[in-house]
Every structure is written in structure tokens, then in C-alpha cells.
């Protein structure tokens, strides 16, 4: 959240005020919530502004008055407003793909600059997807017709944790797997030397219903593991539910859960939850999930390359699997509002789930922030006149500039009614675009 602060504000006899000081009153205040750079003191000719921290939470009633008239209730999560101590505080950063890289086939906009930026800052990157559409090999070659330099050894997809999870168990390679999926899962599981049997050629495989009619499966199948599968059918639901159900001590493995996915960069699709979904109600029973956000992932890489997980930042753009899934494994999370979660979701009162920091796009790391304060201007302005008012804005204008601070929010004068229908302040909040009136009346 945001720090904020009180501006006591002392005008010298430059200004055409009778006394050398405003005096401080409660009932009257001028309110001024730009949000400048963090610094311990200012004075000019004319002001000399320091500053003292405000508590969020007071017992006082006038105080708890004005936290509400000034705030809004915010998400525990932080903005992203200095990209750059983020960035230095780790050592890696893991992506998720779809909506923080590309959406569908479309790459989005500013990665190819910030990749190659923290590159250059020594920083190891490693790409995590829970599409097991694809292994790793074709993974690394859409990264290339998108323009992107990524190894094979960077890039995670659930459908090399599915055949990772079995290796790390010992799974006997007398037995089978059968899949529910597409061909990354295939060649995963060929890599590591797994049978399996399934796949997209059952995808055309149709079940004819007669009197009598018994469905046969093979009893060698250990484990079925489940992913998106736009070839899904009922056949492969009966097969896969026989497996599970009468297979003695057979697993059933979920590469995710992902409730929707992003096929194309037009619309959002039905994703591997509902392949999973399907088996689980038939089944009666609960996958093991080796895809985000379950550790497992998080384990292996960090084991992989012997990277301590406070080291790590997560990026990416779902809630309940990116967010949690770098929770989970003790990272710091960043959400990008760039594909599935907006910040309407992310403040809902519905959501639990609050990463360290959001922001829109990974391209945001490219134009870090200052780190940045609301002020909040207090004194009696009864008497001040259209030159005095200049001059106090001008001065706090001064401030932001000589900052180099951008992230300039708003002006709000809650005292006196008339302070902004002077000319010359209406004047400058046309200019400014970032004043507002509102009411004086604080308890």
C-alpha cells in the first residue's frame, strides 16, 4: 500500500499573508495526493515542507474520518512501483507463457526488450506452462518463430512433468500409460522411456452401444495422465475411468486444472480442467497434479539448478495457479493483468489470493518507478488568494520534477469549497488534468 504522509506547510513573509505561519486546523485542510518520490525534506524561498508518517489505523475519530475520505479500500497487493529493486532482490525469474509472453500465437508487446534486459542484468530465466500441448523441443521452436531466443533446458511445460513425475517415482516401465491429451505428453513420455497408448488417434475412436456390449482395456495401464485435449470423446473418458477404477494401484495424473486457456488472443477457451473434471466425476476420484500450482515443479527446478526459492520471482497471469503456485514454493509473485486475471478479480472481496506485487505487462519492467508517497497538504487556506495558491502548487510541482517522479495520481482540495473556483487554480487544474474538488466536511 502506499505511504501516507502529512505536509506541514509554513509560508514565509514572501507571501502577502499576515502571520509567518498557516496554523494547522482539523476542519480545514488542503489536501494534495500526488504521489512524489520518498524524500525527508524540502524548503524554498516561499515553503518548507517536511514530513511526518501517518498510521493507517487510528483511534481517533477524526483521523479514522480522513483516512476514509482520502483512501479507498485497496487489495493487499502492491502496484509494481520500483521495478528495479524487484528485480535486483532475485536471482530468477520463472514466466508463465500464455498471457505473460503471448496470448495464442501473438506475442505481446515489450518481451523481447525485457527478456533481453534482464539477461543483461545476469538474471536466469526459466518459462513454466501448464500447456501440455507441446514438449519442451516444440515449445523451444514456437519461442524461435515468435522472435525468441530460449533454450530447450529453460522451458517447463506440464507435459515434461507429467513423464518427470514418473521417473521421480520409479514407475515400472513394464506398465502403460494411457493419455488423455495431445502430443506433447506423448513425447515426453517416449523421451523418458515410458509405453503409453492413447492420444489424439483416439480421438476418432467412437463407442457403438448394443445389448451387452462390454468395453475393453488394457490391465497393463499403471497410470492415466489427463491434459488439454482438443480431441476429447467419450471414448476416451470410458477407457481412461476403466483404467483408474479396475487397474489395481493405478494413478491418475493431471498435467493442470486450468479452468480456461488462450487459444487464440480473441477469446478465452475451456482449458485442461475440463478434460480433468470429467474424469474425477467419473472416477469419484482426486488427480495428482503435476503441474502449476502444485510444487512439484517448483522442486525440480529449483533442484535442477540449485536455486534457493527466495531467490526466485514468479510471474504470471492466473491467481489460483501462477500466484499459488509460486506461493507455495516460498517465491516472490508477481501478477501481470496481461491475460486471464484483471484487477477487478484481483480486488474482489471474493479473492484470497494476493501476490507481492501486480502490474499490466512485463514490459513494465522496462520503465521502473520511483518509489512513491500520498501527501496530504493540512493548513488554514481561508485567507490565501489566488497568488498564494500559485505559488504552493508550483512548489509541490517542483518537488515531483526534481524527483523525476511520473506516478502523479490526484489533487484533492477538501477546504475551502471555494479554494478551486478561483481563476487562477482553475486555471491549473485544467492544465494539470489531475485536480478534483471535494467536500470540506470531515469530522
Same mark, same amino acid.
Given at each position: 500500500?502506499?505511504?501516507?504522509?502529512v505536509v506541514s506547510v509554513s509560508v514565509a513573509a514572501s507571501i502577502t499573508i499576515t502571520s509567518s505561519k498557516l496554523v494547522i486546523n482539523p476542519?480545514?485542510?488542503?489536501?494534495?495526493?500526488?504521489?512524489?518520490?520518498?524524500?525527508?525534506?524540502?524548503?524554498?524561498?516561499?515553503?518548507?515542507?517536511?514530513?511526518r508518517g501517518v498510521s493507517s489505523c487510528s483511534s481517533n475519530k477524526s483521523a479514522t474520518a480522513m483516512e476514509g475520505f482520502t483512501t479507498r479500500?485497496?487489495?493487499?497487493?502492491?502496484?509494481?512501483?520500483?521495478?528495479?529493486?524487484?528485480?535486483?532482490?532475485?536471482?530468477?525469474?520463472?514466466?508463465?507463457?500464455?498471457?505473460?509472453?503471448?496470448?495464442?500465437?501473438?506475442?505481446?508487446?515489450?518481451?523481447?526488450?525485457?527478456?533481453?534486459?534482464?539477461?543483461?542484468? $545476469?538474471?536466469?530465466?526459466?518459462?513454466?506452462?501448464?500447456?501440455?500441448?507441446?514438449?519442451?523441443?516444440?515449445?523451444?521452436?514456437?519461442?524461435?518463430? %515468435?522472435?525468441?531466443?530460449?533454450?530447450?533446458?529453460?522451458?517447463?511445460?506440464?507435459?515434461?512433468?507429467?513423464?518427470?513425475?514418473?521417473?521421480?517415482?520409479?514407475?515400472?516401465?513394464?506398465?502403460?500409460?494411457?493419455?488423455?491429451?495431445?502430443?506433447?505428453?506423448?513425447?515426453?513420455?517416449?523421451?523418458?522411456?515410458?509405453? #503409453?497408448?492413447?492420444?489424439?488417434?483416439?480421438?476418432?475412436?467412437?463407442?457403438?452401444?448394443?445389448?451387452?456390449?462390454?468395453?475393453?482395456?488394457?490391465?497393463?495401464? $499403471?497410470?492415466?495422465?489427463?491434459?488439454?485435449?482438443?480431441?476429447?470423446?467419450?471414448?476416451?473418458?470410458?477407457?481412461?475411468?476403466?483404467?483408474?477404477?479396475?487397474?489395481?494401484?493405478?494413478?491418475?495424473?493431471?498435467?493442470?486444472?486450468?479452468?480456461?486457456?488462450?487459444?487464440?488472443?480473441?477469446?478465452?477457451?475451456? $482449458?485442461?480442467?475440463?478434460?480433468? $473434471?470429467a474424469i474425477c466425476g467419473s472416477t469419484q476420484r482426486e488427480p495428482l497434479v503435476v503441474g502449476k500450482p502444485s510444487t512439484f515443479m517448483m522442486?525440480?527446478?529449483?533442484?535442477?539448478?540449485?536455486?534457493?526459492?527466495?531467490?526466485?520471482?514468479?510471474?504470471?497471469?492466473?491467481?489460483?495457479?501462477?500466484?499459488?503456485?509460486?506461493?507455495?514454493?516460498?517465491?516472490?509473485? %508477481? %501478477?501481470?493483468?496481461?491475460?486471464?486475471?484483471?484487477?477487478?478479480?484481483?480486488?474482489?472481496?471474493?479473492?484470497?489470493?494476493?501476490?507481492?506485487? #501486480?502490474?499490466?505487462?512485463?514490459?513494465?519492467?522496462?520503465?521502473?518507478?520511483?518509489?512513491?508517497?500520498?501527501?496530504?497538504?493540512?493548513?488554514?487556506?481561508?485567507?490565501?488568494?489566488?497568488?498564494?495558491?500559485?505559488?504552493?502548487?508550483?512548489?509541490?510541482?517542483?518537488?515531483?520534477?526534481?524527483?523525476?517522479?511520473?506516478?502523479?495520481?490526484?489533487?484533492?482540495?477538501?477546504?475551502?469549497?471555494? %479554494?478551486?473556483?478561483?481563476?487562477?487554480?482553475?486555471?491549473?487544474?485544467?492544465?494539470?488534468?489531475?485536480?478534483?474538488?471535494?467536500?470540506?466536511?470531515?469530522?
Amino acid at each position: 500500500m502506499v505511504t501516507k504522509s502529512v505536509v506541514s506547510v509554513s509560508v514565509a513573509a514572501s507571501i502577502t499573508i499576515t502571520s509567518s505561519k498557516l496554523v494547522i486546523n482539523p476542519a480545514h485542510r488542503f489536501l494534495c495526493l500526488k504521489r512524489l518520490s520518498s524524500f525527508n525534506s524540502f524548503s524554498a524561498s516561499s515553503l518548507a515542507i517536511k514530513w511526518r508518517g501517518v498510521s493507517s489505523c487510528s483511534s481517533n475519530k477524526s483521523a479514522t474520518a480522513m483516512e476514509g475520505f482520502t483512501t479507498r479500500t485497496r487489495a493487499s497487493a502492491q502496484p509494481l512501483e520500483n521495478a528495479d529493486e524487484l528485480i535486483s532482490s532475485v536471482e530468477t525469474f520463472i514466466f508463465d507463457c500464455d498471457g505473460v509472453i503471448w496470448k495464442g500465437d501473438k506475442l505481446i508487446d515489450g518481451v523481447p526488450e525485457t527478456l533481453d534486459m534482464l539477461r543483461s542484468k $545476469g538474471k536466469r530465466l526459466v518459462f513454466v506452462t501448464n500447456n501440455s500441448t507441446k514438449s519442451r523441443k516444440q515449445y523451444g521452436k514456437k519461442f524461435e518463430t %515468435l522472435g525468441l531466443n530460449v533454450s530447450e533446458e529453460e522451458i517447463f511445460a506440464s507435459s515434461f512433468a507429467a513423464a518427470a513425475y514418473l521417473k521421480s517415482i520409479d514407475f515400472p516401465k513394464d506398465k502403460k500409460v494411457y493419455v488423455i491429451g495431445e502430443d506433447g505428453i506423448l513425447k515426453e513420455l517416449e523421451l523418458a522411456g515410458f509405453q #503409453y497408448l492413447g492420444g489424439p488417434e483416439d480421438g476418432g475412436k467412437k463407442i457403438e452401444l448394443k445389448p451387452g456390449f462390454l468395453m475393453e482395456h488394457d490391465e497393463e495401464v $499403471g497410470a492415466v495422465v489427463v491434459g488439454f485435449d482438443r480431441y476429447f470423446n467419450y471414448y476416451k473418458v470410458q477407457y481412461g475411468t476403466l483404467c483408474i477404477r479396475e487397474n489395481p494401484g493405478c494413478l491418475f495424473i493431471a498435467t493442470n486444472r486450468d479452468a480456461v486457456t488462450h487459444l487464440t488472443d480473441a477469446q478465452e477457451w475451456a $482449458g485442461g480442467g475440463s478434460m480433468v $473434471g470429467a474424469i474425477c466425476g467419473s472416477t469419484q476420484r482426486e488427480p495428482l497434479v503435476v503441474g502449476k500450482p502444485s510444487t512439484f515443479m517448483m522442486d525440480y527446478l529449483a533442484d535442477k539448478f540449485g536455486i534457493l526459492k527466495s531467490q526466485i520471482c514468479m510471474v504470471g497471469d492466473r491467481l489460483d495457479t501462477d500466484i499459488l503456485f509460486g506461493q507455495n514454493g516460498g517465491c516472490k509473485t %508477481l %501478477l501481470v493483468l496481461s491475460g486471464v486475471t484483471t484487477l477487478s478479480m484481483l480486488q474482489s472481496p471474493n479473492n484470497s489470493i494476493q501476490p507481492d506485487f #501486480y502490474t499490466n505487462k512485463i514490459s513494465d519492467f522496462l520503465a521502473p518507478k520511483a518509489a512513491t508517497k500520498d501527501i496530504e497538504l493540512r493548513g488554514d487556506l481561508s485567507s490565501l488568494n489566488g497568488l498564494d495558491c500559485v505559488r504552493i502548487v508550483h512548489t509541490i510541482k517542483s518537488i515531483v520534477r526534481a524527483e523525476q517522479s511520473r506516478a502523479v495520481h490526484k489533487v484533492v482540495a477538501a477546504s475551502p469549497r471555494n %479554494l478551486l473556483s478561483q481563476p487562477t487554480m482553475s486555471s491549473l487544474a485544467t492544465n494539470d488534468r489531475c485536480w478534483k474538488s471535494a467536500p470540506s466536511e470531515i469530522a
